[in-house]
Nanobody, 121 residues
Framework: VQLQASGGGLVQAGGSLRLSCAAS????????MGWFRQAPGKEREFVAAISWSGGTTYYVDSVKGRFTISRDNAKNTVYLQMNSLKSEDTAVYYC???????????????WGQGTEVTVSS
């Protein structure tokens, strides 16, 4: 599976962005998809994940109620809608794929190249 993330940019605090991650291959629907982020000088952290069908979603507490992960298996794409952005959301965001759910980045098999999100206060 090859992943291509896009949609990052500069936004003011309180604003919104939608990230997309397009996947190649015919088996996209058999992968759990996750979003991670890494701020400068910090460890890569879990943000959200979504099950194969999209019926189950997982979020880190700091983004619950603000971020929404979704997927369109017909388009081989996963999204991360980010609302009410805060300066602490500034990071490079990565999409990733693995067969089963995990919130640990080292357990993901496939990674996109990252898209940078900068939230100005």
């Amino acid at each position: 599976v090859q992943l291509q993330a896009s949609g990052g940019g500069l936004v003011q605090a309180g604003g919104s962005l939608r990230l997309s991650c397009a996947a190649s291959g015919r088996t996209f629907s058999s992968y759990v998809m996750g979003w991670f982020r890494q701020a400068p000088g910090k460890e890569r952290e879990f943000v959200a994940a979504i099950s194969w069908s999209g019926g189950t979603t997982y979020y880190v507490d700091s983004v619950k109620g603000r971020f929404t992960i979704s997927r369109d298996n017909a388009k081989n794409t996963v999204y991360l809608q980010m609302n009410s952005l805060k300066s602490e959301d500034t990071a490079v965001y990565y999409c990733a794929a693995r067969k089963y759910y995990s919130d640990y980045h080292n357990e993901y098999d496939y990674w996109g190249q990252g898209t940078e999100v900068t939230v100005s206060s």
